[in-house]
């Protein structure tokens, strides 16, 4: 039977990406098996968990103490035997029973079924929005459009299922961000979620068109609070933020909830396709698998994360916010640098203002 290491706690919420298949491209995708820049983060793909092996890694979790999860891939809507899952958690599980199950989708595979079943099931839905005339040369298709995010944000609002408009924030669609935004509160998107650009994935070749200035990382911020305070909406950042580069440590912002220390292996955890664990969606390092006797092997890397034991960057050991910040993505300075304890790529060339 799975079991969890000695002393060993998870998450209360964790992250299934239900398959590999997704019907974007897109250019900041993180996920690690769509790496092609660097043979050194490769990630292989493995068989995906059918439906059946879903339920049981489901019934392992309720176990292990997770109460709540979200549903994502690659494209989760293209996963064969979807429905069955998502009537299957809400039904025979107690995950969720007093929180919404959150599903993260492009859309471009939504039907008036979904609708239905999302109604049925008591689901949050995020809908990624990456731009508006942005939007093909981001998710690298041509059989999608802007229009199709904002028609299913509606549909969803008219039928009363929460949604939540997904931005992942680039040096594209920066200039357009107030507009992208707008866009998708008057379609009836609840909250906004905010994502700078992390390299990692497919995103490796894609860096020096995509990544954010210091300058750009305080800006999207700002842009974000005008918009949710005229809107009077909330909406929260999904990465983590250095704190020297949040204006005023976040506290101007009544609207916008930022956060600087890394929520993987603490707040949430993520199971890919084939049942393997990692800390966050955006790492590329396994930890164990779901189905073994104990589920986390790399302990050491696996509580580098959820006792917060690595080492910051040597920039950062006189910084007053140190104790409250984990100066970025740990992920993204590995990723770039081979070691958590590098800086985060958002600081590259660039001047503090502290």
């Known amino acids: ?43 292989k793909k493995h068989e995906e968990l059918s439906i059946y092996e879903w339920k049981r890694v489901l019934r392992i979790l309720e176990r292990s103490g997770v109460r709540s999860v979200t549903i994502s891939g690659g494209e989760a809507l293209l996963k064969e035997g979807f429905f069955e899952l998502l009537l299957y958690i809400r039904k025979n599980t107690s995950l969720n029973n007093r929180r919404k199950i959150i599903i993260i989708s492009n859309g471009a595979a939504m039907t008036e079924k979904h609708i239905s079943l999302f109604k049925e099931t008591d689901v949050h839905l995020s809908l990624s929005l990456p731009g508006l005339t942005t939007y093909t040369y981001h998710t690298g298709t041509n059989n999608n459009s802007p229009d199709n995010v904002l028609h299913w944000l509606k549909r969803a609002s008219d039928e009363s299922i929460e949604t939540t408009v997904n931005v992942t924030v680039t040096k594209r669609n920066y200039d357009e961000l107030y507009e992208t935004l707008a866009n998708g509160l008057i379609a009836g998107a609840n909250t906004v979620l905010l994502n700078r650009f992390l390299v990692g994935g497919r995103g490796l070749s894609y860096q ?71 800390t966050c969606n955006h790492s590329p390092k396994r930890v164990g698998h779901i189905f073994d006797d104990v589920i986390i092997s790399d302990i050491g890397y696996w509580d580098t994360f959820a006792k917060r034991t690595f080492k910051l960057p040597e920039m950062c050991n006189n910084c007053s916010f140190k104790e409250d910040c984990d100066c970025g993505c740990r992920e993204a300075a590995a990723i770039c640098h081979d070691s958590l304890s590098e800086l985060d790529p958002c600081f590259e060339g660039s001047q503090l203002r502290r």
């Open 208 to 278: 020096n068109e995509l990544a954010l200035s210091p300058d750009e990382l305080r800006g999207l911020l700002d842009t974000a609070e005008e918009v949710l305070a005229l809107s009077k909406r909330v909406g929260s950042v999904g990465t983590e933020y250095p704190l020297c580069l949040i204006p005023n440590g976040g506290r101007a912002y009544k609207h916008l909830r930022t956060g600087s220390l890394c929520a993987a292996a603490n707040g949430f955890f993520v199971i890919d396709p084939s049942g393997f664990i990692r």
């Open 1 to 43: 039977m799975s079991r969890l290491p000695p002393n060993t706690t998870l998450p209360e919420s964790a992250v299934l990406e239900l398959t590999y298949d997704c019907n974007h491209k897109c250019r900041f995708c993180s996920c690690p098996w769509e790496n092609t820049e660097n043979p050194a983060l490769f990630y």
